[in-house]
């Protein structure tokens, strides 16, 4: 499948078979976050493996009662160490390369399951605290997104799209 193929297929799954996901395919989810671009060459992602369904019931708890998380059989926690990415770049690096880098890497993995034959979605909808609680993350590691992973049980069609033009500006920003 060429990439913008990859792309325009990948859809947000919240309904997962109970299928296990062998260790060589999370290796290989963990691999593409490993190669995400990231400013300075900084790498200040740090992804943490969520199994265990008593782990993954607290993270349900945490992400405003989103059950499908527990359905998943691998949840990956994708943070940011924003003193990782600080030391070079200082309040910038901590408030928005550090982000990025982690958003890059959230790309990446959804991207590689979806090549790889798995649904996965992208969940932003929690409550910080609750979740660097859970985790016990240390006080510079950021929690940004929860990825849910597994085979899909249900493939929703595809979203509606704004046209290019609508957004897409010649070298100034114009309102449509």
Known sequence: MDILALIKNRRSIRHFKNDEIPKEDVEKLLEAAQWAPSAGNRQ???IIIVQSQKQKEKLVANALDQKFIQEAPLVLIICADLKRSSVRYGERGSTLYAIQDAAAATQ???????????????????????VIETLELPSNVRPLAIIPIGKSD????GPGRRPIEEFVHQEKYHRN
Request: negative net charge; hydrophobic residues 40%.
């Open 44 to 46: 200040p992602v740090e």
């Open 108 to 130: 990446n993995i959804l991207l590689t399951a979806t090549a790889m034959g798995y649904g996965s979605v992208w969940v932003g909808a929690f409550r910080e605290s609750d």
């Open 154 to 157: 249900k493939t929703p069609s």
